[in-house]
Nanobody, 114 residues
């Protein structure tokens, strides 16, 4: 069983920064891909970033602004978000797959204001 708990969301002005954290409990190993998704009001949930065995991937809209990292000793994944834009407003979810099952966190709200 895996549990994921996100934190770090909040209200920030455009151009500002936030760092999200995802604390994982259960059988998470360094080679497991850990992913960030987001869902804006009225839109589909979309992939944002992932990290697995040190390899990172990003959706084009956040490349150069967001950085995903992990601390395996703490079983925690981070999403550093810089130069935030209005369109980054969404609920951000942590996600992983173990034994073919999808595990999601409860989400953390990020609101970017003008």
């Amino acid at each position: 069983q895996v549990q994921l708990v996100e934190s770090g969301g909040g209200l920030v002005q455009a151009g500002g920064s936030l760092r999200l954290s995802c604390a994982a409990s259960g059988s998470i190993f360094s080679f497991n891909a850990m992913n960030w998704y987001r869902q804006a009001p009225g839109k589909e949930r979309e992939f944002v970033a992932s990290i697995a065995s040190g390899v990172t991937n990003y959706v084009d809209s956040v490349k150069g602004r967001f950085t995903v990292s992990r601390d395996n000793a703490k079983n925690t994944v981070y999403l550093q978000m810089n130069s935030l834009k209005l369109e980054d407003t969404a609920v951000y979810y942590c996600h992983t797959v173990r034994h073919g099952l999808n595990f999601w966190g409860q989400g953390t709200q990020v609101t970017v204001s003008s």
